[in-house]
């Protein structure tokens, strides 16, 4: 099943449609089932979305667990740590979260991905509930890009990998595809005139690495390309 796109000419409507898609999607959720896991991606495009979902009143906290999709291997005080962007447009808000799964980044890069691995493999399946991800101009998510060799991970949920390009911090560690699909729902948010091309490609079935990905039979997608 071809997965829903949404684009925006307004990004006040892109924030306004996928806040209430995935605030919708957890109040559902919370509704099923005692603890709701939900896996963030870092990146410019979702910062919007975070800051809103860390103030809706119809959510509660203290019965969500949130991971990460994938870090850079900076320290985690570095403005290029994922952690330390969702801990400033979201943590700080949510003083009764239940709790939030990070990557120790001051392990060395093979380590710190072993380490996070096993946090995943005590949880009980699905791995999660709900994923959060975004979109490179060279069809890259999470920290899957093209023609790495983590693509091709079949049994790992959690890998030490590389950016490829101009792209910084090359050190990575990321989610793996099997444990991204490991989810109820998939949603990416996007945002970007430069990525419109991209997002085209993506609906077409161009060879990315986020291709893959619109496999699973619950995917949205929110692209605002006013930004």
Do not use: C
């Amino acid at each position: 099943m071809k997965p829903a796109l949404y684009k925006y000419e307004d990004v006040d409507d892109f924030l306004a449609d996928s806040l209430d898609t995935i605030e919708s999607f957890i109040a559902y959720e919370l509704e099923k089932k005692e603890i709701v896991k939900i896996a963030l991606s870092g990146g410019s495009s979702p910062k919007i979305i975070y800051k809103e979902l860390a103030n809706s009143p119809d959510i509660d906290w203290a019965r969500v667990e949130l991971y990460i999709v994938d870090e850079r291997h900076v320290p985690l005080s570095s403005r290029d740590s994922n952690y330390n962007m969702i801990e400033f447009t979201m943590l700080q808000k949510m003083p009764n979260l239940r709790m939030f799964y990070s990557i120790d980044t001051g392990l060395p890069h093979e380590k710190a991905a072993e380490e996070y691995e096993s946090v995943l493999l005590e949880k009980e399946k699905p791995l999660f509930d709900l994923v959060i991800l975004g979109l490179g101009a060279d069809g890259h998510t999470a920290s899957l890009f093209p023609g790495s060799p983590a693509l091709k991970e079949t049994k790992k949920l959690v890998v030490a990998t590389e950016a490829t390009g101009d792209a910084k911090n090359k050190e990575r560690i990321s989610l793996t595809l099997p444990a991204i699909m490991n989810t109820e729902k998939i949603v990416f948010l996007i945002r970007g005139a430069e990525k419109e091309q991209t997002v085209d490609k993506l609906m077409e079935g161009a060879d990315f690495p986020a291709t893959k990905v619109l496999e699973h039979e619950h995917v949205e997608i929110f692209y605002d390309k006013s930004s």
